[in-house]
C-alpha cells in the first residue's frame, strides 16, 4: 500500500478564519461544542464536576413547561438559575429544551389552540428574559415528528405555528437570544422538509436534529448531506448550521443490536469526529448516565456513566479524546486507499493531531514522516509506540479511533 503522505505544514488558514456559529452557538472546536444530555435540575457539586472533569462543553436539557409554570401566569425558574450558575462557573454551556405541553392550557401531549400556543410563547419569553444576559442556547420542543412527544401526526403545520408564535415573543423579549429548533427524532427529510416550506427557517438560528440509528456513526453522512442540499434551497437555510442535537448508542440487547460496551464508547468518539468530518457544528452526546438499572430496559443503558456514576469506558474515551483534541478545530479528511478508513486532522496554531480509524477490519497503513519516535494514543488513553518503517511509521486502524500528534 502506499504511504499516506503527512506534511508538517498542512495550510488550514480556513480552519482560524472567523467561525462562521451564530450569536450563543459554541466555537466550531474541540470541545467547545461537544456534549452531554442531562437529566437533573438541582446540580450536585460532584456531578457537575464529573462532566467538567471529562471535558464536555456544553449540556442539554429540557425546560419543562408545566415544572415551570404551575399556576397561570406564574414562574419559577429558581433550580434553573442554580443549574445556570453551577454550569457557567465551569465554563458549560447549556441547551434548554423548551417544552412540553401543559394541562392549564391544552388536552393533549402537543399544542394546537390559539390559547396553548400564546401561552407557550408567554413562557418561553419570560424564560429568555429571566436569564437574558447568560450565554444559553434555546431550542424550541423535542422531536415533534413522533407521537410519543406530539401526540397528533404528522404535526408540522401545528409545530411550526408553535414556533413561529414562541420565537417571535423570544426576539422581543431579548433580541440576540439563539433558537435553535426542530429537534427532530432522526433525520426525517418529509417532515423538515415541511417546516420548512412553512417558513421555520426564517425564525430559528440553526436547525437540530438526532441521527439515532442502529448503524455505525458514519452512516449518517449521506443523510447530512441531503439534508444540507435541501436546505440551500431556501434563502435563510444556504448558510444555516445543521445541529446533532441528541444522539447516543444504547447497550440493552434488542434486534440484531451489538452494541456492548466497547462499541458503545467507538461510536462515542466516532459520532463528534463524523459530525466535525460533516460540518455538524455541535453534537450532544445521549444520555450522560444510565436512568436506571434493568440491563433490558433500552432507556437504562445510553449513559456514558452508570446509574450509579462509574465510568463506563465511553467516559474514558470522551475524556480522552476531549484532552487530545483540546483547543482543536477540523483542518480536513486526509486521502486514503479504502472509503472505510478515515484519517482526519485537527489543529490550533501550536500543535495538529491526526484521529484515524476504519469501519472494515483491522489493518495498517504507512504514514511518511520526518519524525521518528512517534507515540499514538488509544481511545482510552494508552500511549502506543508506533513502528518505524521505510520513510515514516506505521499507523494501527481499527474500529476504535487511534490519536498521532504530528508536531
Given amino acids: 500500500m502506499r504511504p499516506v503522505f503527512c506534511s508538517f505544514a498542512i495550510l488550514f488558514a480556513a480552519v482560524l478564519s472567523a467561525d462562521s456559529s451564530t450569536k450563543a452557538l459554541p466555537i466550531f472546536q474541540v470541545p467547545d461544542c461537544l456534549g452531554v444530555n442531562i437529566h437533573f435540575v438541582e446540580p450536585k457539586d460532584e456531578e457537575v464536576d464529573m462532566i467538567k472533569q471529562a471535558g464536555f462543553g456544553m449540556i442539554r436539557m429540557d425546560m419543562v413547561w408545566e415544572a415551570v409554570e404551575k399556576k397561570q401566569s406564574e414562574y419559577d425558574f429558581s433550580g434553573y438559575r442554580r443549574l445556570t450558575d453551577a454550569l457557567a462557573q465551569r465554563e458549560i454551556v447549556p441547551i434548554y429544551i423548551l417544552d412540553y405541553s401543559h394541562k392549564l392550557y391544552e388536552k393533549s401531549q402537543s399544542v394546537r389552540t390559539p390559547e396553548g400556543r400564546q401561552a407557550f410563547a408567554r413562557f418561553a419569553a419570560e424564560a429568555v428574559k429571566t436569564f437574558s444576559?447568560?450565554?444559553?442556547?434555546?431550542?424550541i420542543w423535542n422531536e415533534p415528528n413522533i407521537k410519543q412527544?406530539?401526540?397528533e401526526q404528522p404535526s408540522f403545520g401545528d409545530y411550526v405555528l408553535l414556533a413561529e408564535e414562541a420565537a417571535k415573543a423570544?426576539?422581543?423579549?431579548?433580541?440576540?437570544?439563539t433558537i435553535i429548533a426542530p429537534a427532530t427524532s432522526r433525520i426525517p427529510?418529509?417532515?423538515?422538509?415541511?417546516?420548512?416550506?412553512?417558513?421555520l427557517l426564517k425564525w430559528i438560528d440553526a436547525v437540530s436534529v438526532h441521527p439515532y440509528r442502529e448503524?455505525?456513526?458514519?452512516?449518517?453522512?449521506?443523510?447530512?448531506?441531503?439534508?444540507?442540499?435541501?436546505m440551500e434551497r431556501y434563502p435563510e437555510g444556504k448558510t444555516m448550521p445543521i445541529l446533532s442535537g441528541e444522539w447516543g448508542y444504547s447497550l440493552y440487547p434488542y434486534k440484531n443490536n451489538n452494541i456492548d460496551e466497547r462499541r458503545q464508547a467507538q461510536y462515542l468518539v466516532r459520532q463528534f469526529l463524523t459530525n466535525f468530518l460533516a460540518d455538524v457544528r455541535l453534537s450532544i452526546w445521549y444520555d450522560w448516565h444510565d436512568d436506571g438499572t434493568d440491563p433490558k430496559e433500552k432507556e437504562h443503558n445510553f449513559g456514558a456513566v452508570r446509574n450509579d456514576y462509574?465510568?463506563?469506558?465511553?467516559?474514558?474515551?470522551?475524556?480522552?479524546?476531549l484532552q487530545q483534541f483540546h483547543g482543536m478545530k477540523f483542518i480536513e479528511r486526509m486521502a486514503s486507499e479504502s472509503a472505510e478508513d478515515f484519517l482526519l486532522i485537527f489543529g490550533n496554531d501550536n500543535n495538529r493531531m491526526m484521529a484515524a480509524w476504519t469501519m472494515g477490519a483491522s489493518h495498517t497503513i504507512p504514514l511518511k514522516s520526518p519524525k521518528t519516535g512517534m507515540e499514538s494514543v488509544s481511545m482510552l488513553g494508552e500511549k502506543i509506540q508506533l513502528l518505524q518503517e521505510g520513510e515514516g511509521v506505521v499507523i494501527p486502524l481499527s474500529e476504535s479511533p487511534v490519536y498521532i500528534p504530528l508536531q
Wanted: with cysteine.
Fill in 133 to 139: 444576559g447568560a450565554k444559553i442556547v434555546w431550542e
Fill in 149 to 151: 412527544f406530539w401526540e
Fill in 170 to 177: 423570544m426576539r422581543a423579549a431579548d433580541p440576540e437570544c
Fill in 189 to 199: 427529510l418529509d417532515f423538515l422538509e415541511a417546516c420548512f416550506e412553512r417558513g
Fill in 215 to 230: 448503524k455505525n456513526p458514519e452512516s449518517a453522512l449521506d443523510e447530512y448531506a441531503a439534508l444540507r442540499r435541501m
Fill in 310 to 321: 462509574q465510568p463506563k469506558e465511553a467516559y474514558r474515551a470522551a475524556k480522552t479524546f
